[in-house]
Every structure is written in C-alpha cells, then in structure tokens.
C-alpha cells in the first residue's frame, strides 16, 4: 500500500485572513473525529513547529516546507495560502522538473507584485515559479533553474481572472479549463485531453496537483477567503481525482485556502470538512 506523508503547512502571510493557518489541523481533527480510514495511508505527519515566531514567520516556514518536501515520499501538503507553492514546488521541481502539474483554481495566481490589484502574494505563487518576476532576496533559498513551463501545466476551473493575467494566458497558451468547460466536458474528456497534452509536451509521468478549494462551488466548501460563485462541480472532481489516482503517477499534491475561522455556520465549516476529506479520499483511496 502506497504510503504518504502528511505536512501541515500554515502559511497565512500570503493573504489577510490568519484563520487559513489552521486549515490543516481542523482537517485532520475531523478525520480523527470521525475514525476516518484515510489516516492509515499516512505514515509520517509533519508539522511545523512555531514556537519562535519572529519577523520572518513566513520565511521560516517556506524553509521548513522545502526542507520537508525534499522527500522520496509521496506527499499531501495541507495549507495554508496558496502562496506555499512557491516553497513547495520550487523543491519538488528540484527533484523531478518534468513532473506535470494541475492547478485548480479559480484565479489564475499569476499576477506579479507590479500586477497585482491586491498584493497579496497567494494571487502570485505562478508568477514566482514561471519566472515571470524574480524572487526577492528573501527568497534566495528558492532559486532553482527548474521553472516551470507554460506546457507543464494545466489549470482547472478559472473564472476570476484580471486583465494582465488574461494577456499572460494568452500569449503563452497556457492550457486550461474555465469553471464553464470543466462542467460542460466528461470527466474522460477532461482526463484524456489533460494528460494527452502533457504527454505531447513530454511532461506528467508524475502528477503534482495544486488545489485550490475557491476551484469548487462555494455551496460544497463555504469556509474560504475568496470564494467565486459557479465553481467546479464537486461529483465530476471526484470522480477525476479517482481516475488521477488510478494513474499512480500522483506522487505529491497540495489542498490550500481552507479557513476554518471564515465559516459562517457550524454546517459550513461541516460542508467544507466533509468535501476535503471526500477529495483526499477520492485521490489517495481508503
Ligand atoms: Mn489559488
């Protein structure tokens, strides 16, 4: 049995809602709650330690991500701001460049600091990792020359874009799915066309996925800090990420944007429970 090692990753400095922090831990709480049987697929869990909180809390943490995720392991990261690929992928890309990525979500998270309408470094995580705008010092320990390339990727669910991110799409030919495309094709379309494309472009013999959950409707997963109504319906997901799993290429993925803090009734923060850990269980199998 394939065994996987679980990283909390609470990241919250990419965006202005602490809560996302907790993401990890609310989850696994519920899978303990509930004696889930997906925790038997976990044989190392990861977590960071924060006792020394200082002035670079983020950086201490993306040091800690990329350290953890230098693994032979097949890894779930937990965040967390989406902002944590940037230290996730930087270091799974050092081991494996032609790992093919899927990214749900519905922003594009490929604005620059000079793009940005907001700032806010989770709306930017791509722009760092296809070397549209360079690291910042403080990033140093990122550097690496495997970026990744307009091919090796394919987004799911876009449907909140600004302007500059459309012309960025655009002119590199990104592939992607909108929100729209994802809900009107068969989960064998969107399986077959996805992989084709990555196989053409010689890329995905190994499958990281970035999920975002703003990816899905905000009626399955509520506790989120920018949720985008008409989202990823959440069976045809399922049922993708169990024909993904199926693949066994899937050898890494990360689950971000989860808010417990932002849930306006005990029933979302069920709702967004109960759909989480649907979409591990449909990708890791228990
Ligand atoms: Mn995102």
């Known amino acids: 049995m394939t065994q996987w090692k679980w990283l909390d990753a609470p990241i919250h400095e990419g965006q202005t809602h602490k809560g996302v922090c907790l993401g990890g831990q609310t989850l696994l709480e519920h899978l303990r709650d509930t004696h889930s049987p ?14 020394n909180k200082t002035s670079e ?22 965040g967390g701001d989406h902002s944590l690929s940037i230290a996730s992928l930087s270091s799974i890309l050092k081991n494996d460049p032609k790992r093919g990525i899927l990214w749900f979500d519905a922003h594009g998270d490929v604005n620059h600091p000079d793009s ?13 990792l ?33 302007p500059d991110e ?28 996805s992989f084709l494309y990555l196989k053409d472009n010689s890329f995905g013999e190994s499958i990281h996925i970035s999920f975002d959950v ?20 959440l069976p045809k997901t399922l049922s993708l990420l169990e024909r993904l799993s199926q693949t066994e290429k899937v050898k890494s993925a ?21 759909t989480l850990g649907s979409c591990l269980k449909a990708l890791i199998g228990a």
């Open 57 to 78: 809390a983020m950086v201490n943490k993306f040091h800690f991500l990329h350290d953890e995720c230098q693994t032979e392991k097949n890894l779930m990261i937990i």
């Open 38 to 51: 997906l925790l038997s697929k976990f044989n190392e869990f990861k977590f960071y330690d924060d006792a």
């Open 214 to 233: 703003d990816s899905l409707d905000p009626k399955d997963f509520p506790c989120t800090g920018t949720p985008v109504n008409q989202g990823l319906n």
């Open 130 to 162: 296809m070397n549209r705008t360079p690291l910042e010092e403080r990033f140093d320990f990122l550097k690496s020359n495997h970026f990744i390339q307009p091919q090796q990727i394919v987004y799911f669910g876009l449907r909140d874009l600004d």
């Open 254 to 274: 990360e689950f971000v944007e989860f808010n417990p803090e932002l849930c306006q009734t005990p029933e979302d923060l069920a709702q967004s429970n109960t």
């Open 166 to 193: 459309v012309a960025f799409l655009d002119e590199s030919s990104v592939k992607f799915f909108s929100a729209d495309d994802y809900n009107n094709k068969s989960v064998d379309q969107l399986f077959s066309e």
């Open 116 to 128: 940005s309408p907001t700032g806010h470094l989770h709306g930017m995580p791509l722009a760092y």
